[in-house]
T-cell receptor
Framework: DAKTTQPPSMDCAEGRAANLPCNHSTISGNEYVYWYRQIHSQGPQYIIHGLKNNETNEMASLIITEDRKSSTLILPHATLRDTAVYYCIVRVVDTGRRALTFGSGTRLQVQP | EAGVTQFPSHSVIEKGQTVTLRCDPISGHDNLYWYRRVMGKEIKFLLHFVKESKQDESGMPNNRFLAERTGGTYSTLKVQPAELEDSGVYFC????????????FGQGTRLTVV
């Protein structure tokens, strides 16, 4: 699976959009971008995933650049409960190994 | 629908003792994974079951760790004998089938070996 690079930490004001970047310059054509987060003392939680088109669900939006070398997770209206470590994971689907490879992630602190 | 359940939530044992962690996946989920986070490190994959079969156990650190999933339902992870470096949080996750199915994680078991 391709390696990802994320900033170690970010701050965001409550109610504002949180934009979390991720670089995955070595991504292959059959690799998807997944985002998970881990709120303190809980297990990781799936947020969203995509291949090349932008995706949106009830939690967030995922913007993937045209060359697919980077992406941005957008939390449109961050709340204090969104304070967590966010992981950008690039992986091939439908292979024998379907486990997730977690990096160090971005620690997002939402400020009141 | 119940989520992934792990117990105990915390366990403190002495070096050399045995501990068994249990994971109950979401009903009907064929895929079950074990991960762990050692203090200050990243979350690391341990192994993956598809039903009762071990699909990938490349992340198991050594033969002191034994995972089972009899009958393809719940899974256990036994550490015998436990060492200090085994301390950490052990997560279990499950997913429905192949492809783009999200993995649902349990709350984790915090293991402390003293």
């Amino acid at each position: 699976d391709a390696k990802t690079t994320q900033p170690p930490s970010m701050d965001c004001a409550e109610g504002r959009a949180a934009n979390l970047p991720c670089n995955h310059s070595t991504i292959s054509g059959n690799e998807y971008v997944y985002w998970y987060r881990q709120i303190h003392s809980q297990g990781p939680q799936y947020i969203i995933h995509g291949l090349k088109n932008n995706e949106t669900n009830e939690m967030a939006s995922l913007i993937i650049t045209e060359d697919r070398k980077s992406s941005t997770l957008i939390l449109p209206h961050a709340t204090l409960r969104d304070t967590a470590v966010y992981y950008c994971i690039v992986r091939v689907v439908d292979t024998g190994r379907r486990a997730l490879t977690f990096g160090s992630g971005t620690r997002l602190q939402v400020q009141p | 629908e119940a989520g992934v359940t792990q117990f105990p939530s915390h366990s403190v044992i002495e070096k050399g003792q045995t501990v068994t962690l249990r994971c109950d996946p979401i009903s009907g989920h064929d895929n079950l994974y074990w991960y762990r986070r050692v203090m200050g490190k990243e979350i690391k994959f341990l192994l993956h079951f598809v039903k009762e079969s071990k699909q990938d156990e490349s992340g198991m650190p050594n033969n002191r760790f034994l995972a089972e999933r009899t009958g393809g339902t719940y899974s256990t992870l036994k550490v015998q004998p436990a060492e200090l470096e085994d301390s950490g949080v052990y997560f279990c996750a499950s997913s429905l089938k192949q492809g783009h199915t999200e993995a649902f994680f349990g709350q984790g078991t915090r293991l402390t070996v003293v």
